[in-house]
């Protein structure tokens, strides 16, 4: 069974998100500079997480696989070898009424902003941040903004090859920052010009691209399934030839079901020796993979799974959100997986008395070593469950004038509401034993 899209859920997101601290419009006082966003004290810890499950799945458990962090600033050679300075393009056209400027492609009938219909033709527009390096601003110093991490991994292919001994099929990951001069950039953090990547390249021999090319499209739909985003709000949706890249024999994506539709979460591309064979031709250095076993000689085909952190993070905000009934009061409940939440437990010590606070903060730096942790002391504890249960915090525990006595504590669930005394001594335990197994997350 499919969702359907929820139109309303969008603003609440946009609310929520700066309420409380997970994003902020970047330069906000001087008036906010359009398509840029910093990531306030809960989205730097909650993108931080999303990151990390991904390097963990991706790298951390993967034998083969290896990490790698390339530059930012890059020379246009590396553009010019990869096709980018050619065709990494979108149509632009300009609305003649009121001059305002759209992706060809993206508009569906008259101007958004003044409703006009009469347009000039369009023509490509090259979406690669282009600067200097180096004191004078000529052509000898043209620089990019890289506008993806996979080219970095590409260039690095025989220095990754010499220092580790790996043999395909192997992987080079990278998670970093990419940026994309977009036309139209909108819906929040879905499409801005400044964002944060999570791409692997996957080195096979030849033969077997279009086998693995089928097995990172399940595994990356897994991973996503097993962080809590329901498969109703998820497809996998291949390619046709009119949508295919420059580099790519066969791309799918897995699509998410946004407030506007369904849209891409991650792409995972067959590049085959595109990438390889270019740079190679450009450069004068051999990448290719010499098999001592067999005695071939090939340039490995290359399977790409790319996702974006920042729209990563904003769909796993999005299928966690919630609005529903606790003693006949109303919350809102973000039902994120543990992996992913920006605190994983919080402190809370039954009232401001002094008494408490000496074993709640003994409490919190026992907790602390092992996971991210909050401590909050204001309102009533009630509010202070809900504030939690807003920004998805798994569980809370609750020291009162009882575990002076028994030195036992109250831990509560997020999702069931369900409260339970536990040692002090046992905590750790308990707690890391609902983490490792969480409960089947509930949904709307």
Request: hydrophobic share 35%; net charge negative.
């Amino acid at each position: 069974m499919t969702d359907v899209p929820q139109p309303d859920l969008m603003e609440k997101i946009v609310n929520l998100c700066k309420r409380r601290g997970f994003v902020f419009q970047s330069a906000e006082i001087y008036g906010g500079f359009r398509s840029t966003y910093d990531y306030g004290p809960l989205g730097v810890n909650m993108l931080r997480n999303v990151k990390q499950a991904w390097w963990r799945s991706m790298v951390q458990l993967r034998e083969e696989v290896v990490g790698l962090d390339a530059a930012i600033l890059t020379p246009p050679a590396i553009w010019e070898a990869s096709g980018h300075l050619a065709n990494f393009t979108d149509p632009l056209v300009d609305c003649r009424n009121c001059h305002s400027r759209w992706r060809a492609d993206h508009l569906d009938g008259p101007c958004p902003n003044c409703g006009s219909i009469d347009f000039t033709e369009a023509r490509p527009f090259n979406l690669m941040f282009k600067t200097h390096a180096g004191p004078v601003e000529d052509e000898g110093a043209v620089a990019y903004l890289r506008p993806e991490t996979a080219q970095g991994m590409f260039v690095d292919f025989a220095n990754v090859l010499q220092a580790t001994r790996k043999r395909p099929p192997f992987g080079i990951a990278q998670v970093g920052k990419s940026f994309r001069n977009e036309i139209t950039p909108g819906n929040f953090v879905f499409r801005t010009r400044e964002f944060e990547q999570m791409e692997m390249e996957y080195f096979v021999p030849p033969d077997d691209s279009a086998k693995w090319h089928e097995y990172w499209l399940q595994e990356r739909y897994r991973w996503y399934v097993e962080l809590g985003i329901p498969e109703s709000k998820l497809r996998l949706r291949a390619h046709g030839p009119d949508e295919l890249s420059h580099y790519s024999t066969a791309t799918s994506d897995v699509e998410f079901l946004f407030p506007w539709g369904w849209d891409e979460l991650e792409g995972i591309a067959n590049r085959t020796d595109f990438d390889l064979r270019h740079h190679a031709e450009a450069s004068g250095v051999r990448l290719d993979y010499f098999d001592q076993a067999t005695g071939e000689r090939y340039v490995p085909h290359v399977i790409e799974p790319a996702a974006g952190a920042t729209r990563s993070m904003m769909a796993f905000l999005l299928a966690a959100y919630d609005e529903d009934e606790v003693g006949g009061e109303a919350r809102t409940v973000l039902h994120l997986h543990p992996d992913l939440a920006p605190y994983q437990v919080a402190v809370l010590p039954l009232s401001k008395k002094d008494v408490l606070e000496p074993l709640a903060r003994e409490v919190l730096a026992m907790l602390q070593p092992h996971f991210t942790c909050d401590y909050d002391v204001t309102q009533s504890i009630g509010r202070r469950y809900r504030r939690f249960d807003e920004i998805g915090t798994p569980w809370c525990v609750t020291v009162d004038f009882d575990s002076l006595e028994d030195r036992s504590l109250t831990v509560r669930d997020r999702d069931s509401t369900e409260q339970v005394r536990v040692p002090i001594d046992g905590l750790i335990e308990e707690l890391r034993g609902r983490a490792a197994t969480p409960a089947r997350l509930p949904r709307r």
